[in-house]
């Protein structure tokens, strides 16, 4: 049944997440006229707060985090806000969150973020209590689970109140524009598709480099590390959109299956094809910053940086590596996919004449680049003008899209606008579906269990730099450079 919801549900209301995404977002979008007229949004959390130090408290975090040219509707969207308190544990609390909540028979969303032990007791608790029903669904934020076991078991819990087409699983990846204008690039386009393989593709590059540590999240980052944090989810649904094949249509479903085929067929990595570090102190852009131990309080084997060369096994990238890596205390803040065209088959200009002996061609080369730029840049040969006395002289050209300056109008949007209005429209396009999940967690295991059995430990590398020396020559040895 499809609907839009005019309550909006949000657990962990006081949190991080909530204050520097959720409600700024939420009051863009009411700001624009975008949320149902009725809309009212209900916080939760074990804060002790009632609507009106909610608001103030919500107040304080638009005023941080929502720049002030898109806070012009606040006091109208803090009066849509109320607050109960909850504790999750507490099955029988969740009655006055049912209370507070109200009817849900035009629709209720829930965004439900929450540490991985909390889903089953909330699930629990939201059944209990009637918060479940054909006109309620469920946004769900990670970490979802811990590994594949772990994330079944919340997956089921979930499954028994909510079925897959009330469940909404959040990779705020996928609500950034640039992830979804790959889509565009690659569908929209004649140009990429028919090159778009092993036969002229000779390796794809994701880069996600953060500059920020641990950013005082000591009690989830230790125990999950990069591998979990952000290869399991973000970056596999980078890979996934790359290397799908074309869906016949721009709608959940389609897409959704294309992406769980290539996940499917990730190879299983040796564990020579994966690098792990964790960074010691130095300096990012100049300031020194105190390594990951120090930071933590104690020494810890957590990997904050993981680089690892995959395969996909099937027809169309058979042989062609992915090169990923992501790290946090990496010299500049910086998301990209680059896929590396091969050299064209024969070289007219590399011949034995004066006139084009040794020209140097460089085979093309496509960069997307994610954030904190939004650009596309395709790098193309082209002869350097002049008379050529010494022979043809070729040269790299970029052939350069900015979105910012292409698309000047419309304004730039954070990702979980898109997402938390796809909640509450009910669209799940943008949402990951179970199986993806579990094929992203099979394949991160199977790394993890390989390091177990192989004893890796991460290698320390200094802050502000790309990672250990390890990581270069994971793609050196195959002749590749990364793209910095
Ligand atoms: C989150 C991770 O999912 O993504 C964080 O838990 C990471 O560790 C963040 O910093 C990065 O998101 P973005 O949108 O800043 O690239």
Known sequence: MNFTANSLLLFGATGDLAQRMLLPSVCALHADGLVPEDLSIIGTARHDFDDGAYRNFARAALEKFLPAERRGSMATFL????????????????????????????????????????????????TASGLTGETVRIGLEKPLGTCLATSREINDAVATAFPEE?????????????????????FAN???????????????????????GLEGRVGFYDGAGALRDMVQNHMLQLLALVAMEPPANYNATAIRDEKVKVLRALRMVNPNETVTGQYRAGAIQGQ?????????????????????????DNWRWKGVPFYLRTGKRLPQRKTEIVVQFRHVPH??????????????????????????????????????????????????????????????????????????????????????????????????????????????????????????????????????????
């Open 79 to 126: 009066n849509r806000l109320h607050y109960q308190p909850l504790d999750a544990n507490d099955t029988a609390g969740f009655a006055a969150l049912a209370k507070k909540v109200g009817s849900t028979d035009k629709g209720l969303a829930i965004f439900l973020s929450t540490a991985p032990n909390l889903f089953e007791p909330t699930i629990a608790g939201l």
């Open 190 to 212: 004649i140009l990429f598709e028919p090159l778009w393989n092993a036969a002229h593709i000779d390796h794809v590059q994701i880069t996600v480099a953060e500059t920020v």
């Open 288 to 312: 020194p910053v105190p390594g990951y131990d120090e930071e933590l309080g104690k020494p810890s084997e957590t990997e904050t940086f993981v680089a690892i060369k995959a395969h996909l």
């Open 347 to 484: 070289s007219i200009f590399a011949g034995p004449n004066r006139k084009n002996a040794g020209a140097r061609n460089v085979p093309n080369r496509l960069v997307i680049g994610i954030q904190p730029e939004e650009n596309i840049t395709l790098s193309l040969m082209a002869k350097v003008p002049g008379l050529d006395r010494e022979g043809i002289r070729l040269r790299e050209v970029p052939l350069d899209i900015a979105m910012a300056d292409a698309f000047a109008g419309p304004m730039k949007r954070i990702a979980y606008e898109r997402l938390l209005l796809d909640l509450i429209e009910g669209d799940q396009t943008l949402f990951v579906r179970r199986d993806e999940v579990e094929a992203q967690w099979e394949w991160i295991d199977a790394i993890r269990a390989s390091w177990a059995e192989h004893g890796v430990r991460p290698q320390g590398y200094m802050a502000g730099s790309w990672g250990p020396s390890s990581a270069i020559a994971l793609t050196e040895r195959d002749g590749v450079h990364w793209h910095e």
């Open 166 to 186: 009330r469940t909404f699983r959040i990779d705020h990846y996928l609500g950034k524009e640039t992830v979804q204008n790959l889509l565009a690039l690659r």
